[in-house]
C-alpha cells in the first residue's frame, strides 16, 4: 500500500492488481500515484504458473468453455478472471460503496485524481444505481451514447462496451453480479460486453482517465500466448449470433 494520504480521494478505494514477481510494474504506479498524492491498495494476484487446478476448477469450466467462446482461455487469462475476483471480493470485505480496480501496467491521467466528483454527483443522480462504470478504452473504440454531464465528466453508455479491464469503478451491487459469473469461461473483459449474463451493466465515463502502458510485456502472455490457441471458427459465428440477437432483445427492452 501506498503511504501517502488521499487526499483527493478519501471515500474512494483503489485496488491495484499485481503479481508478486511483476515489481517493476508495481514500482511504476507507486511512482504514478505519488504524483497524483494518491493511496491503493495492492492484491496480489493469481499467477497462472502456480495456480492449481483444483483452484481453476472450482471457477472455470472447460466444458463451457468449449461450448461457447472461440478458443480454449490460457493459465494466464484464467489467473488474471481470478485475480479481478480477488479484487471484488477485497473490496466487498470494506465497508465503501464503490472502489477504483486497477491493472498495473497503466498510465494516468491527471483527471484520474478528480473522480470523486462525479462519483459523488452520480450517487444523487438518477444513475445512482449503477454497477460498473469504465475508466479506460485501451484497445478498439467503442461507440458510446451520452446520458449526463458531471463537471468536466460525461457518463455514457454502450451497445458493446470496449475490451480490456485495466481500470474501472464498480459499485458493491456490482461486485456482488459479477462474482455470481462462476464457473466462467470468457476472459473477464469479455464477460463484461455480456452484461445481460452477468447481470453487471456496464457504463464509460469520459474522458478517459487510465490507458495502457504498453511498456511491459503482457503478464498473460508471459504464460502461455493466447493466439497459440486452436480456434473454432464456428463457435465463434454462433456466439456473435448470440451477442446480436440478445443485445437488441436488451436494448429494446
Not at 46 to 67: K, M, P
Not at 217 to 243: C, M, P, T, Y
Request: net charge neutral; aromatic share 10%; proline share 5%.
Amino acid at each position: 500500500m501506498s503511504k501517502n494520504q488521499s487526499a483527493n480521494m478519501p471515500c474512494l478505494p483503489i485496488y491495484l492488481i499485481n503479481l508478486d514477481r511483476s515489481g517493476h510494474r508495481l514500482d511504476d504506479v507507486k511512482k504514478a500515484m505519488a504524483e497524483l498524492n494518491l493511496d491503493f491498495e495492492r492484491v496480489s494476484a493469481v499467477d497462472g504458473r502456480a495456480v492449481s487446478n483444483s483452484e481453476v476448477n472450482a471457477v472455470y469450466s472447460h466444458q463451457l468453455n468449449t461450448e461457447r467462446y472461440n478458443y480454449d482461455l490460457t493459465m494466464g487469462e484464467i489467473a488474471c478472471y481470478m485475480s479481478h475476483r480477488k479484487a471484488w471480493k477485497t473490496f466487498l470485505e470494506s465497508e465503501h460503496d464503490a472502489a477504483i480496480i486497477l491493472e498495473d501496467d497503466i498510465v494516468l491521467d491527471p483527471l484520474f485524481a478528480q473522480l470523486q466528483k462525479p462519483l459523488a454527483a452520480l450517487a444523487d443522480s438518477r444513475f445512482a444505481q449503477w454497477d460498473l462504470i469504465k475508466l479506460a478504452q485501451p484497445f478498439r473504440p467503442k461507440e458510446s451514447q451520452p446520458l449526463e454531464t458531471f463537471g468536466e465528466f460525461q457518463l455514457v453508455d454502450y451497445e458493446k462496451p470496449p475490451m480490456g479491464a485495466c481500470a474501472y469503478l464498480v459499485s458493491r451491487q456490482g461486485a456482488k453480479k459479477l462474482l455470481s459469473r462462476v464457473p466462467f469461461f470468457r476472459p473477464v473483459d469479455v464477460d463484461m460486453q455480456w452484461q445481460w449474463e452477468t447481470g453487471a451493466h456496464v457504463l464509460g465515463l469520459l474522458p478517459y482517465t487510465v490507458d495502457n502502458s504498453h511498456t511491459h510485456e503482457s503478464d498473460i502472455f508471459s504464460v502461455a500466448n493466447r493466439h497459440a490457441s486452436k480456434r473454432r471458427g464456428w463457435v465463434r459465428l454462433k456466439e456473435q449470433w448470440r451477442f446480436f440477437l440478445n443485445r437488441r432483445y436488451h436494448k429494446n427492452r
